[in-house]
């Protein structure tokens, strides 16, 4: 059978070829229960393969162990699109010589294939396989859905070895990546803690300033002219953001407004709203809970897309851009619109853009929602201490006291006031903002730079520096 | 929306950029029922671009309009995997001064990705599609199930554009090909009457001499050692073919053997087979008929692959590898096994490799069924007067006279005489043709080459001269 099949991961990575000073990659489907990644660097730092660019989608906080790899020159370069804390804290403490690059998730996929960030080997861990290496997320143990995120490194990467914790026989039924681009494939025991992977969702809200920032966004959507037959939307899986797709679905059943697609991350409220007839399709590319993940196995109308397909500038069109409404989160807005999701308030990183820079390009409404304080810090502010997502790019900010619209969108100003909506400068939501929590201290930046934030069309669009 | 979907033909041409000098493709889903391709020229040859290149995966009877625009100069080379009669015999008569050249289902999506065979603009008839390109074959009124040979040029031409009868909101349910390689989409009446799309299955046999071929091809596969729990198969859709699938059926349903999958050009025979629990998926780059075309819309077992995933030699793997045994056609096979599906008893173009080569090459027992002679020609000859297939790569030949198994597969041999199978050595197999039909008088090569039959691998097999 052509030989893919080989005994272990270290067997696989001897075989394809790997080189200190190469690059290799990874896709974040199985999020905080990924065993993959760190199997896989722990047999490359033991082969004493050093100096890899490692070009991750998302980098979890079950990938702390990387730390390491990069204090021993194992890793000395970083592609990622998502940072969470634990080694996010330690970039901006100055561990890595090089700075991170961070895109986004459409940015990862064009870069890839413009052949900007070349990758010579691909790890893909697929909950099932057969032995040519035709694999999906949909089935097995380790189901994760969509593995949209992977396709970029299977279609390009010089060499792709397949990782399964379910090897059936050939041909599986329903693959997602076609055996055409997979090298080696290997059996182990586990590719992840099921726990972890599908651990993305909150649940709705019950924080009463959450619920009213849900209920207004859905107010600004009925009256931004966009809420009709043939609607798109997506929306994160904050528990805010979920509440506003509960309290959307509420109001397009009353309306019977029938919607076109919902996209993104995947979470049981939009299959729910599928069920419900809100939405004809889910473009979905990536599963946050069980429920996407039953719903993408077993109903046509919910369909697995590329990560090229939901967001990338490279490709012929994208998902995003189709977008009607996106609903979004953010650590800091400031008075331009401009919103940091990369860093927290002391400016350690924490985050990333993920899709956030995508669809806001898209959507022809970005929505952020966003307390005006939290932990006794504001939330809007003078300048942003990281523009993860240009001002250009948002169209309003929902906070629990008021919205404030970009002024570039005047017709949505006056949708808005014209609905009785307490729209508010958004200079005034800061003002409030201070009022109540006092004038912040802003973290103190180094000059040392950790990090580059590069916008999804490929250029620079802000530094991270080290705290 | 993009600004994808253009108002005609003409105007997807025009946006295209489509020069005097450059190449076109188009695949063959629809075939003898295809209105695209004659439209697609016809709009072309009035405005006055020429000299192209076509690059057409296979060339019908319907498409003998081609002519004028090859005596025209609209189109000067052409590169194609089959080619009927009608425009087949202008070919042989020295209609284009350069040869057309000749390849396989497996080595045209290969010279198409390494580059070899360059796409400026592709049309791609889809019978259903979205107003962002993502299309299938599966639905609509002139629906052709698989869209299989058109990935290709879909993924690697520099323009891709979408014709579609059947244009559904976005996004489409069930895409084959997704938005991210469609430039522009135009809606049109019809691009194919269904009654020639679906036409290519011919019934079972009733002729006795194609029973008695059939049923001895049966009898080398079950004593090849191959017939087992996984076994996997091939056949086109000729009349014997289908009447050994059929009884291939029938003993796989008496000996319980339960196959893995059935690959190519699939069949309602194939189909029967797969409900009938011979096989657990059948691999589909083409269907050949309507019930074909129901279950893959409908059985998620029936699944749509690539031209790539089909045979192309420049995959990571193929299906076509995977093959334990292939029944294949000829119009002329020698002593040395060589096969020839180019050209007529004349020297005449009429047929081409398809996935001939391909399936042979991978197969582990390719087997080839044909009368010892038709219409009083004899099929075994000294030397074939084309070599679409070289003998190498051929196991066996079945006839209704006796069976010749090729010397390089001893194996094989001692297991066929051992079952006690009519085994004659091949020479015998062409003497008794002789004794029968009389030593045909070979079509005399004037020298000036007309096409040229180039192997998957990219290596020149075989010239065929002007008649």
């Given amino acids: 059978m052509n030989g893919k099949l080989v005994q272990s991961i270290r067997e696989a990575i001897a075989l394809s070829g790997l080189k200190s000073g190469m690059s290799i990659s990874f896709h974040h489907h199985l999020r905080n229960g990924d065993y993959t990644l760190n199997r896989v660097m722990n047999e490359i730092a033991a082969m004493g393969i050093r100096e890899l660019t490692l070009n991750a989608s998302s980098i ?60 010579d080997v691909a790890f893909i861990a697929a909950p099932t396989a057969d032995c040519a290496g035709n694999c999906s997320g949909k089935y097995g143990p380790s189901a994760c859905g969509s593995l949209g995120y992977a396709f970029p490194d299977a279609m390009y990467a010089k060499k792709v070895i397949v990782i399964t914790d379910n090897l059936v026989p050939y041909p599986m039924k329903g693959w997602s990546i076609p055996e055409i681009y997979v090298d080696y494939v290997v059996e182990v025991d586990a590719i992840g803690n099921p726990a972890g992977i599908v651990s993305g969702t909150t649940r709705i809200t019950r924080d009463p300033v959450g619920l009213i920032m849900a209920e207004t966004a859905v107010k600004v959507i009925q009256h931004s002219g966009l809420l009709q037959d043939g609607f798109s939307f997506q929306t ?35 299959v729910d709203m599928l069920s419900a007839g809100c939405f004809e399709s889910l473009m979905d590319v990536q599963c946050f809970d069980l429920k996407a993940v039953e719903s993408i196995r077993t109903n046509p109308a919910h369909q697995e897309i590329s990560a090229m397909q939901y967001a990338s500038p490279a490709a012929a069109s994208a998902v995003v851009d189709k977008l009607d409404v996106v609903i979004l989160g953010a650590t800091e807005v400031d ?10 308030s002391s400016g350690m990183i924490m985050g990333g853009s993920g899709g956030h820079s995508d669809t806001a390009a898209g959507a022809k409404l970005a929505m952020i929602i966003a307390p005006l304080f939290r932990a006794r810090l504001p939330i809007v502010t003078d300048h942003v201490s990281c523009i993860s997502t240009p001002g250009r790019d948002i169209d309003v900010l929902v906070t629990q006291r008021g919205v404030a619209v970009n002024p570039k969108n005047q017709e949505l100003m006056l949708r808005l006031k014209d609905a009785g909506l307490p729209v508010i400068p958004i200079d005034e ?37 080290s705290v």
């Fill in 335 to 344: 008075t331009d619109f401009n919103v940091n999701v990369h860093t927290d």
């Fill in 60 to 119: 979890f906080d079950t990938h702390a162990p990387l730390e390491e790899h990069i204090r021993n020159h194992v890793v000395t370069k970083i592609n990622t699109n998502y940072m969470s804390a634990a080694l996010g804290h330690r970039i901006s403490e100055g561990l890595m010589d090089a700075p991170v690059d961070f895109r986004t998730h459409g940015g990862r996929p064009r870069d890839i294939a413009l052949g900007n960030t070349p990758i």
């Fill in 429 to 465: 939501l800061k003002t409030m903002a201070e009022c109540i929590t006092g004038k912040p201290n802003k973290p103190v930046r180094s000059g040392r730079t950790v990090a580059n934030v590069i916008y999804r069309d490929g250029t620079l669009m802000d530094t991270i520096q």
């Fill in 236 to 270: 994160g899986a904050g528990g805010a953001s979920l509440a506003a797709a509960s309290f959307l679905k509420d109001v397009m059943l009353r309306d019977g407004i029938r919607g076109s697609f919902a996209s993104g991350g995947i979470t049981g409220y939009l």
